[in-house]
């Protein structure tokens, strides 16, 4: 709590005091107790608080989901707006270890609202709290729907504001395609809260099991996916970081020229796998560096031709350290071809137009882009406006003229944050060459050796 910052405190504060204030006020009605059935309650209740203790991470900060989404909309239909509450409020014991007090205290109160709001939903859509009857389908639908969206809605806003002042989580950490699908997986578990209060007129508890055994291996499949995902990227991480260390100004630019081809692949549609593809692209498009003398690489001057080959010869160097990665998938091509040109003077197949990788197309943009507006040994950084009017000079020769076109879209959008001024290198660090290869307006110049 003492490290919050004050605002994510006045809000904390004031979500445990709402809470606080609907249990309190519920509990002070004459007989409050007799509204709720207790054994289902219980049994509700202990559901929530399993589901909850093992809930599959995200990929945004500070953030997991479980499928006790489903428990909480069975008790609103089971055991009303009260006993969703409380079967909410399991949360504050949630036995997930290394749980802050204060995440307890949280989730206990949002759930505790949304379980309210959901049981007034349901009742004012003409929900009637119990065991639902075969006369009620398909009649409670439209009630139950009303608890969802409210349940849903409520706790979607709830988390997103503290994550907002908590951890500053915005638009480049979470897109709009992943808040589709996050509420459209939490909507999916929700459904099965329906099938649980159907199921228990007949066989009761057991209905828990029957519902979300399967849920709960579909839910241990998901988290293993997201460490896979995590293990991917921490592998993408070390191979960037080994690239980075030879060249001091050019730490960031990994992760900026993957940040600008989603960007791109982003606007012209491109697919979630696809863009994770493209994503893991922009990180080790520079991969094949490791494969290039390192005083080539810091060399001051003019290139010999010798010297100018083992440059061109990265992208195929690349290719060959990361051929045995399987999940990267198309981004290899990206990683192969992010040199060729548009007019097929580029490097190293000399391919040009459509014959290019879509991947390689997006790249080369990206790449040039970030060179551009980054700091180099030789020049400080050029503005966005200078660096996209050298990209639209060269759209046609050097770039894909629809690519081009895209990333200003995307840019005149979503806009770019520069990379902060770099400071003077320390003395052990290792600069620069004088001449960046990805850097269009200032290009490598060679010289003959005869």
């Not at 055994?213 to 293990?231: I, K, N, T």
Request: glycine share 8%; charged share 15%.
């Amino acid at each position: 709590m003492r490290e919050l910052p004050w605002p994510a405190k006045v809000y904390f504060v004031a979500l445990i005091g709402t809470a606080g204030f609907l249990l309190a006020r519920s509990v002070t009605v004459p007989r409050w107790y007799d509204q709720v059935e207790w054994s289902s309650l219980i049994v509700l209740a202990l559901l929530f608080l399993v589901c909850e203790s093992v809930p599959t991470l995200l990929n945004v900060p500070q953030a997991a989901v479980s499928v006790s989404y489903s428990a909480a909309l069975a008790a609103v239909v089971l055991v009303g707006p009260l006993g969703a509450a409380l079967v909410g409020l399991m949360a504050v014991v949630s036995v997930r270890p290394g749980l802050p007090v204060v995440k307890r205290l949280f989730n206990g109160a949002q759930f505790v609202i949304c379980g309210y709001a959901a049981g007034w939903a349901f009742a004012l859509a003409g929900g009637t709290v119990g065991l639902p009857k075969i006369t009620d389908f398909p009649g409670i639908i439209v009630p139950y729907g009303a608890a969802t969206a409210a349940f849903v809605g409520i706790n979607f806003v709830l988390t997103a504001i503290i994550l907002l002042l908590v951890a500053g989580v915005g638009k480049n950490q979470v897109s709009l395609r992943g808040i589709v699908q996050f509420l459209g997986s939490i909507v999916g578990y929700a459904t099965f809260g329906l099938l649980i209060a159907g199921l228990w007129a007949t066989v009761q508890s057991i209905s828990t099991v029957l519902v979300l055994l399967p849920l709960f291996v579909a839910r241990w499949a998901l988290g293993h996916y997201h460490a896979e995902q995590r293990s991917y990227d921490a592998t993408i991480a070390a191979l960037c970081q080994a690239v980075e260390t030879k060249d001091y100004y050019t730490r960031g630019h990994c992760t900026r020229v993957s940040a600008a081809s989603s960007m791109i692949a982003e606007e012209i549609g491109m697919g979630t796998e696809r863009l994770r593809a493209i994503r893991y692209a922009g990180m080790l498009h520079d991969v094949g560096k490791l494969g290039v003398p390192t005083k080539v690489l810091q060399k001051d001057g003019d290139l010999t031709e010798e010297e100018f080959a083992a440059i061109q010869l990265h992208p195929m160097r690349g290719l060959e350290i990361v051929r045995g990665i399987d999940f990267l998938d198309e981004a290899f091509a990206g990683i192969m071809h992010h040199h060729e040109r548009h007019d097929g003077k580029g490097y190293p197949m000399g391919l040009a137009g459509s014959e290019i990788p879509e991947f390689a197309r997006i790249i080369a943009v990206a790449d040039a882009f970030d060179s551009m507006t980054s700091d180099r040994a030789y020049r400080k950084a050029k503005s966005v406006d200078v660096a996209v009017a050298e990209l639209r000079k060269n759209a046609g020769t050097q770039f894909d003229p629809v690519m081009v076109g895209t990333f200003i879209k995307a840019l005149s959008r979503d806009g770019w944050n520069p990379p902060e001024a770099v400071p003077a290198p320390p003395d052990d660090a290792v600069e620069t060459t004088a001449k960046d290869h990805d850097d269009p307006t200032t290009p490598i110049q060679v010289v003959s050796e005869r």
